[in-house]
């Protein structure tokens, strides 16, 4: 050892939810959010990893929408299997489930009808919503550097596994993209609200992954969320490996919804990761007493990253989501 060398600074210790945690500790703390008029407490669970090595704190957070279990799903077997209890260096901070309201309930939704990702900062006096996203900004935020928001499509909508964040406006933020792997990668505007735009304005990273639907496990979806998990910890030195992802990553700048021209009796002939021509028939959409049925044709190519499983439609509603991708990952 160089004697000259300047010491490394030492590894601060974390302030959550009144505890103090040092490097190389675990802990298990509730954050208290409110009481349910029975008076049953409500409080949310937060695991945090510790290493003793200086590095970069990592959130995994999953049910801000309460019944989006896949998410849910995919962080807790990360947990019970110990696979992210001894990082090379830096913190995790695990959240299986922020939205404990919905998770019970079986809704995306908090008891107010608010939807919590529309909600930050929140405020302390503020709506259920509200003051859920407020103690998470008061709590959580202040510790992170980078995240994963685990997601899933809703209303009776899949999506096809992907990674959603602002490409080409930071190269940190295409990085952790590239690293994570997904299937597929979205550039998504911030919505007013969002977990994502307070981070951003805070100088924090958060991507969003979503896949499959709510109430529904997606097998597939949560193995691929597992694996690119390991990849996005690796990329910042806190996992010794991880596996390489099993295909390229299709990139679409531009994405688009198909919505449904008639009302009716909604039936798809293709399937989410599918690839759609323009000009090609993908579905159709029929009146319930046999009269009248009307073919659709896509106006764009692309590859169909979202798809609505609802029979029943009315003008309007989307059927199809439809990434365009980059020249070079077109199909064929």
């Not at 802990?27 to 407490?41: H, M, Y």
């Not at 704190?57 to 929408?65: E, K, P, R, S, Y």
């Not at 639907?213 to 694996?227: K, Q």
Request: glycine share 10%.
């Amino acid at each position: 050892m160089d004697p000259t060398a300047t010491p490394a600074a030492p590894v601060p210790d974390f302030s959550l939810n009144g505890l103090t945690i040092r490097p190389g500790e675990q802990v298990l703390t509730r954050l208290v959010i409110a009481r349910l008029p029975s008076g049953t407490v409500i409080d949310v669970p937060v695991h945090v990893f510790r290493s003793t090595q200086p590095g970069p704190t990592v959130l995994l957070m999953a049910g801000m929408h309460g019944d989006e279990v896949n998410g849910i799903e995919t962080i807790r077997r990360m947990v019970r299997r110990g696979q992210l209890q001894q990082p090379l260096r830096g913190s995790i901070v695990a959240i299986p489930i922020l939205n404990i309201y919905g998770f019970l309930n079986f809704s995306r939704e908090v008891p107010d009808g608010k939807d919590v990702n529309r909600s930050f900062p929140g405020h302390p006096r503020g709506s259920v919503a509200s003051r859920v996203a407020h103690r998470f900004m008061r709590e959580i935020m202040p510790l992170i550097d980078y995240g994963i928001d685990f997601h899933t499509g809703g209303a009776a909508r899949s999506n096809h596994p992907q990674v959603r964040c602002l490409l080409g406006e930071d190269p940190e933020t295409d990085a952790l993209a590239a690293a994570f792997a997904a299937p597929f990668t979205l550039h998504a505007a911030l919505r007013p609200g969002s977990l994502r735009e307070a981070a951003m304005q805070q100088g924090r990273r958060i991507i969003v992954y979503e896949t499959g639907e709510s109430l529904r496990l997606d097998e597939g979806g949560i193995e691929l969320a597992t694996a690119g998990t390991f990849r996005f910890l690796h990329h910042l030195g806190m996992l010794p490996d991880a596996p390489a992802p099993a295909q390229a990553t299709v990139v679409c700048r531009r994405h688009t919804w198909l919505r449904a021209k008639y009302a009716g009796l909604w039936r798809s002939y293709l399937k989410t990761g599918d690839y759609v021509q323009k000009g090609q028939e993908y579905g159709v959409v029929a009146d319930p007493y046999g009269e009248q049925a009307v073919r659709l044709v896509s106006p764009v190519s692309g590859f169909i990253i979202g798809l609505n499983h609802m029979p029943v439609v009315n003008q309007g509603d989307a059927l199809l989501h439809i990434g365009v991708p980059e020249p070079a990952d077109k199909a064929g």
